[in-house]
């Protein structure tokens, strides 16, 4: 039972903050303003490990390095906490744990394209003219907006949020079947 506790909470707060690193570097790369609110929140939970490793990652081409690799580190925190939760020598299984780190990473990002573009669909029903809306759509439009050039316009419903979400959900499953079938249980 202790187990199963210890692997659900690190698996929420590593998630979360998994997500908020990536979020972190999406809100940079399509140029939400700094002043945003939302941004200004993901940059303080997420300061104390960023701004140290900007020091020698430095932004190319509009990508934080250093949110991604920051990422990237707590993947393979998490994932060595997991092996070592489930009773298991993380020493041993070292290379194949850094192929699921990378897993994980993956992961963390497609259920926060889930989460955002669940939370802007129904925002778009519930409250359209909400502050939230235009970071909403500049965070997911770079994935719907290829979808809805292929989906046919039936008068004002827009489909491609079920289709991406659709899409994702297959990711995901193809990448955790992945990071189960070399670990041999769950992460």
Request: aromatic share 10%; hydrophobic share 65%; no cysteine.
């Amino acid at each position: 039972m202790f187990g199963d506790i210890a692997r659900f909470l690190l698996n929420t707060v590593f998630t979360l903050f998994g997500a908020a690193l990536l979020l972190r570097a999406w809100l940079q790369f399509v140029r939400v303003p700094p002043y945003n609110p939302v941004t200004h929140a993901i940059q303080q939970v997420t300061n104390w490990l960023v701004l140290p490793l900007r020091h020698a990652i430095p932004g190319v081409r509009g990508i934080d390095w250093a949110s991604v690799v920051a990422a990237l580190v707590a993947a393979i925190a998490y994932v060595l906490l997991m092996v070592w939760i489930a009773g298991v020598d993380p020493l041993g299984l070292l290379p194949t744990l850094l192929i699921v780190a990378v897993l994980t990473l993956v992961k963390w990002a497609l259920n926060l394209l889930i989460w955002l573009t669940i939370l802007m669909a129904l925002l778009s029903w519930l409250n359209p003219r909400s502050a939230a809306m235009p970071v909403l759509f500049q965070l997911t439009a770079p994935f719907l907006n290829p979808l809805r050039r292929i989906l046919p316009n039936l008068g004002g419903l827009d489909l491609s949020p079920i289709l991406l979400f659709v899409i994702v959900q297959v990711l995901l499953m193809v990448v955790t079947r992945a990071a189960v079938s070399l670990t041999l249980f769950g992460i």
